[in-house]
């Protein structure tokens, strides 16, 4: 018996880590960096630094044969390599991929992105000027926000003190309003 229920939960922790997993080609492991500001003037120069770094894509542009993509960059969490949405900028990059993928639908979108540091190119941000680091991506992920309605347990009240007299309380119980949260997938 004791044996049946090790086994049935060493498979459900199987199952439910591979929920958390991040996508194949951007695992942290294969990274040496995994945030923008830890990046040296020297990692610049040597152009072998693999990083894996992600955001929302601030504006897109179709190449010749890439994409060249702004990224207002964010942290990216460990396991699951998702942009946390609600995370403060740390700066900007710019990443070029392999092959084409239509500006339109990369606009306004949040993206992981994995590759090597290949130096820094010049650029403005509004009237200000910026240094791009720059990442020549091998893998990249984008991802889809969804917007979520969910009702924290802590709002609902499951008891009317007044309940049923006085006060003009029609209903025993209290909804409060749902919450709302996004989400990445």
């Known amino acids: 018996m004791n044996k049946k229920i090790l086994l049935f ?9 591979g ?3 991040a996508p194949q080609g951007l695992e942290a492991k294969q990274f040496e ?3 923008l500001k830890n990046v040296q003037a020297q990692d610049y120069d040597c152009r072998c630094l693999k990083v894996r ?8 542009q179709a190449l010749k044969d890439k994409t060249k ?19 403060y900028s740390n700066g900007r990059f710019i990443a070029y991929l392999n092959g084409f993928v239509d500006p339109e639908n990369l606009k306004d979108q949040y993206v992981t992105v994995g590759g090597v ?12 000027d910026y240094n791009y680091p720059v990442v020549q991506a091998d893998q990249y992920r984008i991802w889809k926000l969804v917007k979520e309605y969910y009702y ?14 006085g ?18 997938y």
């Open 117 to 128: 540091l290949s130096g820094k190119e010049q650029g403005k941000i509004d009237q200000a």
């Open 69 to 87: 993509i702004e990224v207002l960059n964010q942290t990216v969490a460990y396991f699951s390599a998702k942009p946390i949405v609600d995370s």
């Open 9 to 17: 939960c060493t498979a459900l922790s199987l199952v439910l880590t």
């Open 53 to 60: 770094l992600g955001g929302k894509v601030v504006s897109a």
């Open 19 to 21: 929920c958390v997993s």
């Open 152 to 165: 924290d347990p802590d709002d609902i009240y499951d008891y009317a003190p007044f309940y049923p007299y």
């Open 33 to 35: 960096m995994l945030n």
């Open 167 to 184: 006060w003009g309380f029609s209903s025993r119980f209290f909804w409060a309003e749902p919450r709302v949260r996004y989400n990445l």
